[in-house]
């Protein structure tokens, strides 16, 4: 069994409140290996998205433990964890996040610019990464004049541009049409499996769910069971 890109070890987020504290998330323990395809489903209101905040390193748990590799994302500083994110961890909001300014590249090219990547690597990068997506011949385009699908799209190759070891994505076909999201979902399987990327991503749409790997569910802000693992992936058990 190949190590686990990512560890959670009974991780919670509490949140507190003017009418006492609210449970986003809790006791969550999960192994997410490269290669596969992860799917977190349950309904809006499960911890989902709170969940993924955790793994990205944009938020951090109020208990438990979140590893990246070797890496415990919460003893970090926070400009430790901002270059953690930004060297290995991808992450696809539900409304693209695109920068309505930029073009295509130039939204693509925004990590590599953080990561004060040279010139001539940002745009060979970039050009192989909207490749990547099928994107080339509309680099030039800004986010208003693309499809849903289309800027979902870059938005994928935007979070693929760095070297990435994890890519997360929060309902990130829930704004396409079911033709749409069943190619944005070949996406991430082909990067799954061709590229080894962890791939994790949120959905309580079921046609999707048959894509994936694994799938666990999540109810409550729990992990409740590992609903199916696909050809002899891994089958973490989950508390």
């Known amino acids: 069994m190949s190590d686990a890109v990512m560890r959670l070890e009974n991780v919670g987020r509490t949140f507190p409140s003017d009418v006492g504290d609210v449970v986003a998330t809790t006791g969550v323990n999960l192994h997410v290996y490269p290669g596969e395809l992860?799917?977190?489903?349950?309904?809006?209101?499960?911890?989902?998205?709170?969940?993924?905040?955790?793994?990205?390193?944009?938020?951090?748990?109020?208990?438990?433990?979140?590893?990246?590799?070797?890496?415990?994302?919460?003893?970090?500083?926070?400009?430790?964890?901002?270059?953690?994110?930004?060297?290995?961890?991808?992450?696809?909001v539900q409304d693209f996040g695109l920068i309505p300014v930029l073009s295509a590249a130039e939204n693509v090219e925004v990590p590599l610019r953080l990561l004060a990547t040279p010139a001539a690597e940002r745009e060979e990068r970039v050009a192989a990464a909207l490749a990547e997506v099928g994107l080339t011949p509309h680099a030039a385009q800004r986010p208003g004049e693309l499809s849903g699908g289309q800027q979902q799209r870059v938005?994928?190759?935007?979070?693929?541009?760095?070297?990435?070891?994890?890519?997360?994505?929060?309902?990130?076909?829930?704004?396409?049409?079911?033709?749409?999201?069943?190619?944005?979902?070949g996406l991430f399987v082909d990067l799954a499996h061709s590229h080894g990327l962890a791939v994790v991503v949120?959905?309580?749409?079921?046609?999707?769910?048959?894509?994936?790997?694994?799938?666990?569910?999540?109810?409550?802000?729990?992990?409740?069971?590992?609903?199916?693992?696909?050809?002899?992936?891994?089958?973490?058990?989950?508390?």
Request: glycine share 10%; net charge neutral.
């Open 38 to 92: 992860l799917v977190i489903r349950g309904k809006s209101g499960a911890g989902k998205t709170t969940l993924l905040t955790l793994m990205a390193g944009l938020d951090r748990a109020t208990e438990g433990k979140v590893f990246l590799g070797g890496e415990e994302l919460g003893e970090l500083r926070e400009d430790a964890l901002v270059a953690v994110r930004r060297r290995d961890i991808g992450f696809i």
């Open 155 to 185: 938005a994928i190759a935007r979070a693929l541009v760095a070297p990435r070891r994890l890519l997360l994505a929060d309902e990130p076909t829930g704004q396409l049409d079911s033709e749409t999201a069943a190619n944005v979902m």
């Open 202 to 239: 949120t959905t309580h749409d079921p046609l999707l769910i048959e894509r994936a790997d694994r799938v666990v569910e999540m109810h409550d802000g729990r992990l409740t069971a590992v609903e199916r693992t696909r050809r002899g992936r891994h089958s973490a058990p989950v508390a």
